[in-house]
């Protein structure tokens, strides 16, 4: 499950966008595996590694990628569920898994197809959040622009 | 130097297209510094070292990501040039250069303006190189099934 968009001419701060959503992250309980930044890139992993949150179903992994500059860039976030992948076969009607799933069987298809649900739903949650970042970022800025050229009137 | 684009419903396997960029940039005598691969994202930095390249213009470095699943996906391109950073100071007159456009400063500003379109060529060429690895790549057409 993955979410693509290109955002032009809002001259945001990237930096404080990618922290922003971090923080985010962290709020909702995943642990931080991977904090790659470039000048131009904000890419970070993170996963929910409790047995817990694997029996009751929910999202496994996530991913979200910031490449580019403060007036033309992208944000791609992507969500892994615990038995997303998680089929019956056709002809021999065994459940096949790949390794990483493995626990998810324990609770059989039905479960993953919840947890996938939970998944499914949580990417559009936090994918609003990203949207309402990136407004609240723009706007930020617009108040700082407004401040310098009102300090810059009363010189 | 920006370049961001989101390719749809092209069914491209994205491992593949990153090779052959890669395979692109190698040809173009880059040097791969960083190559970080995850599941749904690769990212790699490439620079020129040669000297030559620095004094004539021309790239420096470029950071390129696609990341995304093979039907809907971003690629940014970002090109650094060599004098980019380069101004005049109103004030005193005298250059200003980060540190790592400095050695631009050895062809002039105008060789540096040189290089800032020779870079910006060097990303559109790239753009266009990818859209057409996108298209070469992309299996979004139903194959003809065959008899059975």
Do not use: C
């Not at chain 2, 995850?38 to 420096?60: C, D, M, P, Q, S």
């Amino acid at each position: 499950m993955t979410r693509v968009q290109i955002f032009k001419v809002k001259n945001i701060d990237l930096g404080s966008l990618y922290k922003r959503l971090k923080r985010s992250i962290e709020d909702d309980n995943f642990k931080v595996t991977s904090d790659v930044v470039t000048e131009n890139v904000y890419h970070l992993r993170a996963e929910k590694a409790g047995l817990k949150n694997i029996i009751i179903g929910s999202v496994r992994d996530i991913e979200l990628v910031i490449a580019g500059d403060p007036s033309s860039f992208a944000v791609v976030f992507n969500v892994g569920a615990w038995g997303q992948n998680l089929s019956i076969t056709g002809s021999a009607g065994y459940i096949v898994a790949t390794l990483v799933e493995g626990p998810a069987l324990a609770w059989g298809g039905i479960a993953a197809a919840g947890s996938y649900v939970k998944a499914v739903a949580y990417e559009r949650d936090f994918w609003q959040t990203i949207l309402n970042e990136v407004d609240f970022q723009v706007k930020s800025g617009k108040k700082k622009d407004a401040k310098a050229e009102g300090e810059g009137v009363s010189r | 130097m920006t370049k961001v684009m989101q390719v749809k419903k092209k069914n491209v396997d994205l491992a593949q297209l990153y090779q052959d960029v890669k395979e692109a940039l190698v040809k173009e005598n880059y040097k791969i510094t960083k190559d970080d691969v995850t599941g749904f994202t690769f990212h790699l930095r490439a620079i020129k070292t040669n000297v030559t390249r620095i004094i004539v213009g021309a790239a420096r470095d470029i950071e390129l990501v696609i990341a995304g699943e093979p039907n809907n996906f971003a690629v940014a391109i970002m090109v650094g040039a060599w004098g980019k950073n380069i101004a005049i100071s109103s004030v005193t007159g005298f250059v200003i250069a980060s540190t790592v456009a400095a050695p631009a400063l050895a062809a002039g500003t105008l060789a540096a303006a040189g290089s800032f379109l020779t870079a910006r060529a060097f990303e559109d060429k790239l753009h266009k190189d990818i859209e057409k690895l996108v298209e070469a790549r992309s299996k979004a057409e139903a194959e003809p099934q065959s008899p059975s």
